[in-house]
């Protein structure tokens, strides 16, 4: 069974400095791998995936993530952060077969100003 | 390309009575559709998978009578909470599978059930 671990539930972060929210993962197969955020009162927002290729992947608004296969890990970054970045973020895994997405716990980010 | 509707975006009503929640693919046919549900500041928990035609499969502890699932065509899929109670006031989340991208899961705006 696949699942996924937000180790943090709150990253607190001043504007212009970067940003990491973490994400490992536990899958039997190869993982798909993505991220969303999600503003109060709405729906998911897709950031980014990794499904295969380059390690390190470019997404919406500036977010990147990095897929780290012997870490199990997939922590997104924003290299300068920004008030409006404020949010809860959702990392997600399901493996190469036809399985929903598994989120993790979320992680809400705030970027003080 | 790939948009996932839901209506309503947002209902009350009584303890007791049924509410019915529609999530349709606009631009794509949904082979596959997955209802979440969501606690206040908490993750989104998968609920039921249908494919359509097909009966839905219900996660473990998700009661499939009260939570009835219908994917009746490649664009629609419902979800009807029956005899509501006030513990099932939550945000739901409905997604589709299909189109290009067959890996790809894309999410409805959600839809806030409040039962007084």
């Known amino acids: 069974a696949q699942s996924v671990a937000q180790p943090e539930d709150q990253v607190n972060v001043a504007e212009g400095n970067p940003l990491t929210v973490k994400c490992t993962y536990s899958v039997s197969g190869n993982p798909y791998l993505f991220w969303y955020v999600q503003y109060p009162n709405r729906g998911l927002q897709f950031l980014l995936k990794y499904i295969t290729g380059d390690n390190l992947v470019k997404g919406s608004y500036g977010f990147e993530a990095e897929f780290n296969k012997s870490q199990t890990s997939f922590h997104l970054k924003k290299p300068s952060a920004l008030v409006s970045d404020s949010a809860l973020y959702f990392c997600?895994?399901?493996?190469?077969?036809?399985?929903?997405?598994?989120f993790g716990k979320g992680t809400r980010l705030s970027v003080i100003a | 390309g790939a948009v996932v509707s839901q209506h309503p975006s947002r209902v009350i009503c009584k303890s007791g009575t049924s509410v019915k929640i529609e999530c349709r693919s606009l631009?794509?046919?949904?082979?596959?559709m997955f209802w979440y549900r969501q606690f206040p500041k908490q993750s989104l928990m998968l609920m039921a998978t249908?494919?359509?035609?097909?009966?839905?499969?219900?996660e473990q502890g998700v009661e499939k009578d009260k939570f009835l699932i219908n994917h009746a065509s490649l664009t629609l899929s419902t979800l009807t909470v029956t005899s509501a109670h006030p513990e099932d006031s939550s945000f739901y989340i409905c997604s589709a599978r299909g189109g290009r991208e067959a890996y790809e899961q894309y999410f409805g705006p959600g839809t806030r059930l409040t039962v007084t």
């Open positions: 249908s494919n359509e035609g097909s009966k839905a499969t219900y």
């Open positions: 631009d794509f046919q949904a082979t596959t």
């Open positions: 997600a895994v399901r493996d190469g077969g036809n399985t929903p997405l598994v």
